[in-house]
């Protein structure tokens, strides 16, 4: 259960951290591509059953 919730909470963090405001235009795919490492980690360990 907590996985699911963890895995949910890192996607929407994915969705808000990519640069589509033109505030973030400057960040890059920094941020996106940081969360997106640390999603893929979680759901590998979910699937392990490590979580």
């Given at each position: 259960?907590?996985?699911?919730?963890?895995?949910?909470?890192?996607?929407?963090?994915?969705?808000?951290?990519?640069?589509?405001?033109?505030?973030?235009?400057?960040?890059?795919?920094?941020?996106?591509?940081?969360?997106?490492?640390?999603?893929?980690?979680v759901v590998?360990?979910?699937?392990?059953?490590?979580?």
């Amino acid at each position: 259960m907590l996985s699911t919730i963890l895995i949910i909470v890192l996607v929407l963090l994915l969705i808000g951290a990519l640069p589509a405001w033109p505030y973030s235009t400057s960040w890059g795919y920094g941020p996106g591509g940081l969360l997106g490492t640390v999603l893929i980690v979680v759901v590998i360990l979910a699937l392990l059953g490590r979580i």
